[in-house]
Structure formats: C-alpha cells, structure tokens
C-alpha cells in the first residue's frame, strides 16, 4: 500500500468523523427528541390499557346481562362451578378446565425446568386462554363464557358439554394419544336454526406466553417463535426479535407457540382459513417470560351438527426425530412437516444436517456416550473426512513457500507500482513453469465452511444436549459461566462463558498460525499488505466473544475442539513436510515443463488472458495521459 493510498485513507476516515460530528444532535435537540418518543410510547400504553378495560367492561356488561336473562341461549351453562379434567399418560399431562371447555395447562413429563422441577409446565390458565366464537342470529357462542359439564371421564378421554336452553349444545370432545398428540372436535347439536343459512366458519382465538424454560434468557430468546405452515407450502415464522404482527395471504394446516425446545401446536382438519392474524410480542428480561403469542384464526363450523369441527395439538419437546414419529399418529391425512419446527437452518444447511449430521448423532448417542464425548467423535469424523482437502490445500501453500525465493529473484525488477500488473505476470507463469496453481488450496478450505454454519444451526436445536453435563459444563444447551454479576453490560451481558473464551482464544491461536503460513508464501508488495492485515484478523475473535458470550456451551465447545484439532493437523502436517524434498520435486517437474512446453487451461489460463488484457488498458490509459 503506497504513501498516496494511506493519505487517501486517512483523508476519508477525516471526512466521515467531521461530517458525523456536524450533524450530530445538540444535547438539547436529543432531550426534545426523546422526551417526545417517550410521550408516544406513553401514549400508545394508555391507549392500549384502556382498550382493554373496554372490552373487559363490555365483556363483564355482556355476561352480567346474559346471566340476568333468562331467555338467553345459553343461560344455564353461563352459570357453574369450576373443575379441572386431567387427561394423563406417560409423556404429557393435560387440564381441561370446565370454565371454556379448553385446555388450561399442560405439562412435559420427564424434562426439568430451569429451576430444576421434575416437569416442564409449558403453561397453565393464568399464560394461556382458547376460545371458540360462533356467531349466531340473535345470540353469539362464546366459549370462554361458558361452564361445561363433563361426562366419559377417563385417563385419555372427556367429553365436555355446554347446555343450550332449545335442548341442543356445544359439545367438545378430547383423546390424548399415547405420545404427545391431543386430538379432539367441536361440534354444535340442535342448534342449526340459531345460524344463517350461509353460516360455515368459526372464529378461534389463542393467546399464550411462552415461559422461560432455560437459563439464558437470551440465547432461548433467539429460538423460540411463533411458526405456522402454509396449505402445501413452506414454514414460516414471525421475527424472533421485534414485536411483529401479520395477516396471513393464505391457508395454514397449523400454528405453532414454540420455546427453544418445546412447543404447543395447533392443527385443523380444514384448515386454518386466509385473513389469519398472527402476532409476536417479545418480554422483558426477568420476567418469567419471553414472548406473548397471539393468533386469531377461522375454520370450517358446520351449523346442523352432521360434520364435528376436528383438530388435534402437539404438546411436546422439538426432537426431530420424535415429532416425525409422533406426527404419524395425526388422523388428517396430511404431509404436516412439523419436524421443520426443528430448524436446522437453509435448505442446503438443513440438507447437510438432515442426511448426515442428525444421522451420525443419533448413531453416536445410540451407543449411551456422554454428549460431549458425542461432539468430540462428530468433530473427529468431520475432520477425518475433510483431511483429504486439507491436505491438498496445505501442500499448495507449502509449494507457493519453498518457491517464494524464486519468486522474490525472478520478481524483483517489477519493485514499482506500476509494474504490479507485470510482476503477477510473471508469478504466474513461474508457477505454472513449476506445476503449481495458487488457487488450488482455496476451495478444499471453503468447503468446510457448511459444516460449521451446518453445526451452528444443529447443535442449539438439539435437545438432547438439554441438561446434559460434561466436565466443569453442567448443561451443554447454554452458556457456561465462569464469572456471573447482576449488571447488565452491553455486548457482554451478565456473565463469561468459559467455552466462549477458549473458542476465541483458539481462534487467534490458529489464525496466527494460518497468518504465518499465508506470510511466508507472499512476495514483494503482498507481503506488506499482509502485516498491515494481521491486526483485523486477530480482532476477528474479539468480535466473536461478542457474539457466541451467550451461546450455547455445546456449540462453543465444538467450535474450540474443531480448531484445536485443525491447528494439531496443520502443525503436523507442517512437522511432515520436506521443503527440501519438496523444492526438488517441483525443480524436477520445472525442468520438465521447460524441455516440454503445455499450453496452460482451465482457471489459470482465464487469469493470465484477464491479466494481459488489464496490462494493456493500463498501457492505453498510460500513453492516452502521455499525450
């Protein structure tokens, strides 16, 4: 980089502060500027809160008068008493509250929370509220407001039962599978007359908040949800970050309120319809939550009671594996996909983890290992398979090294920067008088990046590292710390993750290895740039803590295992290399490709014409500033 390139640099750097500082706000303008974001944001929460009393007030206004009005279609069940229907088996227990009819809570057996209780409550009544609307000629049913009498109570089964005052009823009925699947219908008896004759649909209303389930209120923040799937097409999802609402242009089979690990599903025989609104609200830190779910959704009702409205729930862990089998057990008929609430990551990411990864892990963990021993073992087979390119990639680094003393001699009359064009002239067809393409090392190497973008998007979906402990890491599914303190710092956080720290540490460990290597094979002007590059790599790391602080331990782990192995690989291999040897195989072949001339191919040979055709626009601009 020459003296008028830097000054160039400088310049600019000047330029953007100065300008940056001019039109920076006053202390004064800022104070204006948020004391008036601070009086919208006061203003859209008043509005909000008092939306709500409304409606509370009219809902109360509503009931009071329905309760007072004995010719009310539903008088007799808007009055009752309270009970709790436990639906149990050995994955999953259910309530059903008479009050609505509809699921109250719901409980993962055999996964502990985050404060270390037995069971996983996924929610209870106090997070999480379904209601069913119909709208009728002269009165609306609404389950909410009613009391259900419960009848074929088993440990599976209940069939709940609204009384309507003509003799018929709303009638919902509930099966809990064997697994992690609820099925269960509404269906609305004698009361066709009640409805329009076009009446066909009905109106659902789910809200939830999803309970903070992990340690790292962050990092589970990221994962968890809300994803639905559209009629025939593909899974989508609301920003995990911002609070986001959508109406949906098409048809859903389903909507999902998901955490990191688990999730509750809703499915509908026919369909969500289009016009679907869903909403994502994320929660404040050390609040027992991290998101308040929202979807209000319609589907098929038929009025004269013949055909029953059918859905069925998933309530359960994000197991790949698990779901597929699970879904199985779904009586719809239909290709619901809901491993994709496991995502491992872009289609071609997802491909990699889909076919190979999931595979070898599960081969792995078949075997009762640790699941850090698992990591190892994937790391180890990974590299194994990669070594090959590796290889290749570093023998022709090693080559570029040995020849960089001719490469010096034969460059050394192109020291101008105008002779630069020349002088990668010249490079190249040295290398390719010695057989050696320069860029035959760079693909082996981005090869491997899908693996480690494959394994960032795995090993944080992979529940079966939940709770997992491995040496001083007592859960692999979030951050380790070894430091922890009540502030919060920006770009940190609370705490120092140890798997964090030796990532990065291995990361400049290796790229000053990497930088080393990549130095001793540069010439000339090259060489320079490199010294004056080191310092943004070494950075890289730093940037990464960032980043991975409130990552997974799991996934830091690998990533330090992975680097460890790579730098082990690279220094043996730089351990077994003969540079002499090496120089006297390339002579050997030098010799032969001078007595027997090859006309170069392939990308060499695109490089070299683009090379000429640049030197000679140069020399146009040159004489055309001559003249």
């Not at 436990?86 to 409980?107: D, F, H, Q, R, Y």
């Not at 008929?333 to 609430?341: N, V």
């Not at 990591?375 to 570093?394: D, E, G, R």
Request: contains cysteine; glycine residues 6%; negative net charge.
């Amino acid at each position: 980089m020459n003296r008028d390139t830097i000054i160039g640099i400088i310049l600019i750097v000047i330029v953007l502060l100065g300008f940056s500082w001019w039109n920076q706000p006053s202390q004064a303008e800022i104070e204006a500027y948020q004391h008036q974001q601070d009086s919208i944001a006061a203003a859209q929460k008043d509005a909000e809160i008092k939306a709500k009393m409304a409606e509370a007030e009219l809902r109360a206004k509503a009931e009071e008068a329905a309760q007072g009005d004995t010719t009310a279609l539903f008088y007799e069940a808007l009055n009752g008493t309270k009970q709790d229907i436990v639906l149990k088996n050995e994955k999953v227990e259910l309530t059903i509250s008479t009050k609505g009819g509809t699921l109250a809570k719901a409980v993962i057996l055999g996964f502990e929370d985050k404060d270390s209780a037995q069971n996983v409550t996924l929610f209870d009544e106090a997070d999480q509220q379904m209601n069913f609307m119909l709208s009728g000629k002269n009165d609306n049913v609404v389950t909410r407001d009613l009391f259900f009498t419960p009848t074929d109570v088993t440990d599976r089964t209940v069939t709940m039962t609204a009384p309507a005052q003509n003799g018929g009823s709303v009638v919902l009925r509930y099966e809990l599978g064997d697994d992690y699947m609820l099925h269960f219908s509404l269906v609305a008896n004698g009361l066709s007359g009640q409805f329009a004759p076009n009446y066909q649909e009905m109106d659902i209303e789910w809200n939830s908040r999803a309970r903070q389930q992990e340690r790292g209120f962050t990092f589970e923040n990221r994962y968890a949800t809300l994803t639905y799937k559209e009629r025939g097409g593909s899974i989508d999802y609301l920003n995990e970050s911002s609070e986001k609402q959508e109406q949906l242009e098409e048809p859903i089979d389903w909507v999902a309120f998901k955490n990191q690990f688990f999730s509750a599903v809703l499915i509908s025989k026919d369909d969500f319809q289009k016009g679907a609104v869903v909403k994502s609200t994320p929660q404040e830190k050390g609040s027992g939550y991290l998101k308040d779910y929202d979807a209000k959704l319609k589907t098929a009702f038929d009025p004269k009671g013949i055909q029953p409205s059918e859905f069925e729930m998933y309530i359960g862990p994000n197991d790949f594996r698990l779901i597929k089998e699970v879904e199985e057990q779904s009586r719809f008929g239909k290709d619901l996909k809901l491993e994709r609430l496991v995502n491992l990551g872009w289609w071609w990411v997802s491909w990699i983890n889909r076919w190979f990864t999931l595979y070898v892990f599960d081969w792995l963990t078949g075997f009762g290992l640790n699941i850090g021993i698992v990591l190892i073992l994937i790391t180890l087979l990974l590299k194994a398979i990669t070594f090959p390119m590796v290889k290749k990639s570093y023998m022709s680094s090693a080559k570029m090294r040995v020849l960089k003393p001719k490469l010096d001699e034969a460059t050394k009359q192109y020291d101008k920067p105008e002779d630069q064009m020349q002088k990668q002239q010249a490079m190249m067809q040295l290398y390719s008088q010695y057989g050696v393409s320069p860029l035959s090392g760079c693909l082996p190497m981005l090869i491997q990046m899908p693996i480690w973008i494959a394994m960032f998007n795995f090993v944080p979906n992979a529940i079966q590292l939940r709770r997992e402990s491995f040496l001083w890491i007592d859960d692999l599914s979030t951050y380790d710390p070894i430091v922890e303190w009540n502030t919060h710092i920006w770009g940190i956080g609370d705490h120092l993750s140890l798997t964090c720290i030796l990532f990065c540490v291995s990361n400049i460990l290796y790229s000053y290895m990497t930088m080393r290597q990549q130095r001793d094979q540069m010439v000339g002007q090259q060489a320079e740039q490199m010294k004056m590059m080191q310092w943004m790599m070494y950075l890289m790391p730093l940037m990464f803590f960032f980043m991975f602080n409130d990552y997974s331990a799991g996934l830091n782990f690998y990533y330090f295992i992975s680097l460890f192995f790579s730098a082990a690989i690279m220094w043996l291999l730089r351990k077994t290399t003969n540079d002499a040897k090496l120089l006297a195989i390339l002579e050997a072949r030098y010799k032969e490709n001078k007595n027997n001339p090859k006309k170069q191919s392939g990308l060499a040979a695109r490089l070299e014409a683009m090379q000429k055709q640049a030197q000679e626009l140069q020399q146009q601009r040159m004489n055309q500033q001559k003249k």
